[in-house]
């Protein structure tokens, strides 16, 4: 039998842990990997009992519907269809999130305050996970309420209409079932009827059900600037043979141990990438479940950082690994204000630098000529509704650049003995949003002209700045550009963004006298920062990079040609 990928509610989704082995005896209803998008991560059951034959997919892989996964040798059971159910009309096969908010359309059409309930979890009940939103905060529609977790799948709950949130009804570690109330909601009757839309298919969420074969994974709306290293919620399912992935060395009692420890597989998988055994981390999530903060705090105990004095005693260590905050009282008070959710997602990637050997290579290109270049068609190009930034043609040249110098196009391998070099070229584009810092990703921009990306970073800004990039939009990059754009500054130190090894920061260009050998010339000079992971890339390798791409802006006609 081959077992096939699911109805997976988006266009495809990761393979984050591979959970049996060939030749493994498995079960009817036995989870064989989990899958993760960017808001829920869910394990797949197989089918029908039987013996492991052939694993098709491996970890990191991204997959589809209808994929074939395993092979399977045993019982003669047909495997159903994707989202089959024999004793179920299909009318009544709706995403939880769809229905909750058709069930809930006839009172959005008026104004005052609306009861936002828990929809149909496909269980008798679910762990509140996390509350995502405040008394006071004004959301949006689909904007992520509460985390649900079940047995198999941790899911959140978009909100059906915008408003304000007046009342919060459930608390964290709650068992909650179908119908509960989560909140209370203001909103207004211009909101719920520019809601009333017919939510599009992919974009809505579905618990796992336990009972059924097939599970689904939600589409996201929100934008994570760090997909890499999304933050997938934890499932408390585990197996032992899942610490064994990428070859992970632990004794018998260590792997016993950490089947019993409470984590999710991105959790799992950045304790493997970091050599830790998660039994001997402490928690601090609900439930005792284990978090990135807590891998990172527990890394730098090790190193030594956890024994820090203060007026003759050890300091308590905070859940990022720094001594915790002194009181504040007898210095004027303070006030605690809650970081974005985006910036909350990006706290663990970005702690990822503190094992990164970085270096920042600077230099400045002349692009004077580029820039009295672009002048001239910015109108032709405006008539056209195209934006034509000096981005476009960073962009290009970079491409370029990468093209030749593939080693900046690459990662460290986990054995630190190799480097896995890219086959394609993906940039990631940081964009600014009010939310936070957003990475969307321009794929192949080798092949494309500048024309054509400058229409592509159009249409990615303006999505990142809407949150409608999806999940796909998101990942993959394997070398980065952020810029200043008009903002200021004359230099700054990017960080690199792992996995990758290089990101390119660009300010702000500026008019400066240039020595051309016999008197000075204004010439706009543009500051280039390129930080690089100094494991993978010599310093001399990072100033040829730069001197490259200097060279290319000041004569575009080397990239054109």
Known sequence: MEIKAP???????????????????????????????AKASVEVPSPASGVIKAIAIRQGQSVKQGDVLFELEGDTAEQPAPNENSNVDESDQVAPAQQMAT????????????????????????????????????????????????????????????????????????????????????????????????????????????????????????????????IQLGNPTHTPAQDQVQGQSLNAEQIKANSEVYAGPAVRQLARQLGVVLAQVTPSGANQRILKEDVFAFVKQTLGTDKVATSGQH?????????????????GGSTLQPMSRL???????????????????????????????RNTLKADYRKQNISLTILAFIVKAVAYLLKKESYFNSHLADDQKAIVVRNEIHLGIAVATQDGLTVPVLRNPDTLSIQDIAIQLGKLSQKARDKKLKPQELQGASFTITSL?????????????????????????????????????????????????????????????????????????????
């Open 7 to 37: 109805d997976l509610g988006v266009d495809s989704a990761d393979v984050s842990e591979i959970l049996v082995k060939v030749g493994d005896s498995i079960e009817k209803e036995q989870s064989l990997l989990v899958l993760e998008s």
């Open 103 to 230: 069930e809930q359309d006839e009172s959005a059409s008026e104004s005052g305050i609306k009861d936002v309930k828990v929809p149909d979890l496909g269980v008798d009940e679910a762990d509140v996970s996390e509350i995502l939103v405040r008394v006071g905060d004004s959301i949006a529609k689909d904007q992520s309420l509460i985390v649900l977790e079940s047995a198999k799948a941790s899911v959140e709950v978009p909100s059906p209409v915008s408003g304000t949130v007046k009342e919060i009804k459930l608390k964290t570690g709650q068992k909650v079932k179908q119908g509960m109330v989560i909140l209370s909601l203001e909103h207004s009757e211009a909101n719920a009827t520019a809601n009333n839309p017919e939510p599009d298919a992919k974009t809505q969420q579905q618990t796992a059900q336990p009972d059924a074969p097939v599970t689904q994974l939600q589409n996201s709306t929100q934008a994570s600037a760090y997909p890499q290293e999304s």
């Open 315 to 331: 300091a308590v260590l905070a859940s990022n690994g720094l001594p915790a905050l002194p009181d504040f009282e007898k210095f």
């Open 343 to 373: 910036q909350q997602v990006s706290v663990p990637q970005l702690s990822l630098n503190n094992y990164i050997p970085q270096v920042t290579q600077f230099d400045q290109a002349d692009i004077t000529e580029l820039e009295n270049w």
């Open 485 to 561: 754009g008009s903002i200021g500054g004359t230099a700054f130190t990017p960080l690199v963004n792992w996995p990758q090894v290089a990101i390119l920061g660009i300010s702000p260009a500026s008019m400066q006298p240039v020595w051309s050998g016999q008197d000075f010339k204004p010439r706009l000079m543009l500051p280039l920062s390129l930080s690089y992971d100094h494991r993978v890339i010599n310093g001399a390798d990072a100033a040829r990079f730069t001197h490259a791409l200097s060279e290319i802006l000041s004569d575009i006609r080397r990239v054109l040609l």
